[in-house]
């Protein structure tokens, strides 16, 4: 069984700094292939969407609103994704997930999360 542990979210004011982790184990994260993990963020009432992801070979993709302030980054000898949240802003308030990209849900599904509130 696939399971994705994320971890480092909390309260921080706006222009603060986050750094998540999320943790893969199971099966298919136990050999010498490696995945496109992607970080996904969803708030009350509305989709989840991802933020960020990187390929098993560190090519990084992001969504618009976090160019420049977030950076994804992965240790595959840890089966470890990170991502580094600078200058972030009330609207990044949501709970943060890792996954598989594209998803498979039937295979890892998903985490308990990583809370992420951006207050004054």
């Known amino acids: 069984q696939v399971q994705l542990v994320e971890s480092g979210g909390g309260f921080v004011q706006p222009g603060g700094s986050l750094r998540l982790s999320c943790t893969a184990s199971?099966?298919?994260?136990?050999?010498?292939?490696?995945?496109?993990m992607g970080w996904y963020r969803q708030t009350p009432g509305k989709q989840r969407e991802r933020v960020a992801r990187?390929?098993?070979?560190?090519?990084?993709y992001y969504t618009d609103s976090v160019k420049g302030r977030f950076t994804i980054s992965r240790d595959n000898a840890k089966n470890t994704v990170y991502l580094q949240m600078n200058s972030l802003k009330p609207e990044d308030t949501a709970v943060y997930y890792c996954?598989?990209?594209?998803?498979?849900?039937?295979?890892?599904?998903w985490g308990q999360g990583t809370q992420v509130t951006v207050s004054s």
């Open positions: 996954n598989l990209d594209p998803l498979q849900i039937e295979v890892a599904p």
């Open positions: 990187i390929t098993d070979v560190g090519t990084t």
């Open positions: 199971g099966s298919i994260f136990s050999g010498s292939i490696f995945f496109t």
